[in-house]
């Protein structure tokens, strides 16, 4: 077993906490702008009373939250965030979640919600000349049918076309995101036996109904589909099935 931190180790954890946080709030209220050189190490080790190993962490954990550039041989430099960088941020919170009773099926449940929205979103205000590349998605996962490993990329292509063409980069980082947290699952249906004809299937019914303009045939679509991996999943695995929210009665869109 390992030994608990020293006081030391506690102290020097807070204290590069305590700094990144400093020099966070300074580019949140625009003291520091994107493209600012950030001060030396030297300057920081004066100015906070720190060791060097201390403002490399503060600094590192700034480059972990995508508000940090540094090149070797260059000064550091305040970058601008981009949604992957924040969503990335939270993946080691998801990946303890999933190791918590019930974790999975959090994360599930959540994945659903976002998914069943953003087919009903794309239904509703998809631009047209987007519709195209949901079709060609589609096409390209019905040619991977006879190939497992095709199929399966075109499956994660499909449901990544489909947040990428509502063109909010918050809904591609979050699909990329949910598909790195769930990889097990994806893993455990496969080996299920779920049919790739009917997954096809599934993916079709969600497209025409994107392109019928219809949301809650959009929504239902998604939910039917997704109801049926979990279910799939939890099968494998000898456990309850997950109760997937649920849409309620069709209303006016």
Same mark, same amino acid.
Do not use: C
């Given at each position: 077993?390992?030994?608990?931190?020293?006081?030391?180790?506690?102290?020097?954890?807070?204290?590069?906490?305590? *700094?990144?946080? #400093?020099?966070?709030?300074?580019?949140?209220?625009?003291?520091?702008?994107?493209?600012?050189?950030?001060?030396?190490?030297?300057?920081?080790?004066? $100015?906070?009373?720190?060791? $060097?190993?201390?403002? $490399?962490?503060?600094?590192?954990?700034?480059?972990?939250?995508?508000?940090?550039?540094?090149?070797?041989?260059?000064? @550091?430099?305040?970058?601008?965030?981009?949604?992957?960088?924040?969503? /990335?941020?939270?993946?080691?919170?998801? $990946? #303890?979640?999933?190791?918590?009773?019930?974790? *999975?099926?959090?994360?599930?449940?959540?994945?659903?919600?976002?998914?069943?929205?953003?087919?009903?979103?794309?239904?509703?205000?998809?631009?047209?000349?987007?519709?195209?590349?949901?079709?060609?998605?589609?096409?390209?996962?019905?040619?991977?049918?006879?190939?497992?490993?095709?199929?399966? !990329?075109?499956?994660?292509?499909? !449901?990544?076309?489909? @947040?990428? *063409?509502? !063109?909010?980069?918050?809904?591609?980082?979050?699909? #990329?995101?949910?598909?790195?947290?769930?990889?097990?699952?994806?893993?455990?249906?496969?080996?299920?036996?779920? /049919?790739?004809?009917?997954?096809?299937?599934?993916?079709?019914?969600?497209?025409?109904?994107?392109?019928?303009?219809?949301?809650?045939?959009?929504?239902?679509?998604?939910? +039917?589909?997704? +109801? /049926?991996?979990?279910?799939?999943?939890?099968?494998?695995?000898?456990?309850?099935?997950?109760?997937?929210?649920?849409?309620?009665?069709?209303?006016?869109?």
């Amino acid at each position: 077993m390992s030994e608990a931190p020293t006081g030391q180790a506690r102290t020097r954890r807070k204290r590069y906490e305590e *700094i990144a946080e #400093h020099l966070e709030l300074l580019i949140y209220s625009g003291r520091l702008s994107v493209g600012d050189k950030i001060a030396s190490e030297r300057e920081l080790r004066v $100015r906070f009373g720190v060791g $060097r190993s201390t403002v $490399r962490e503060a600094l590192f954990a700034l480059q972990r939250k995508g508000l940090l550039s540094a090149r070797p041989g260059a000064a @550091a430099r305040i970058a601008k965030p981009t949604a992957q960088t924040l969503i /990335s941020d939270l993946s080691g919170a998801a $990946r #303890h979640l999933l190791s918590e009773p019930g974790g *999975i099926r959090h994360l599930q449940h959540a994945r659903a919600l976002f998914e069943i929205g953003v087919a009903r979103e794309v239904a509703l205000n998809g631009a047209d000349d987007d519709l195209p590349a949901l079709t060609q998605a589609l096409e390209a996962n019905r040619w991977a049918i006879e190939d497992q490993a095709a199929f399966e !990329h075109t499956d994660l292509m499909f !449901h990544y076309t489909l @947040a990428m *063409i509502a !063109h909010n980069p918050i809904y591609t980082s979050l699909n #990329h995101a949910l598909n790195e947290w769930l990889a097990e699952q994806r893993s455990v249906s496969a080996r299920a036996g779920t /049919s790739r004809e009917e997954v096809y299937s599934q993916h079709r019914a969600i497209h025409d109904a994107v392109l019928r303009r219809d949301p809650i045939g959009a929504q239902e679509a998604m939910e +039917a589909h997704l +109801a /049926s991996v979990y279910r799939n999943y939890w099968k494998a695995v000898e456990a309850v099935p997950l109760g997937l929210p649920t849409t309620g009665q069709r209303s006016q869109a």
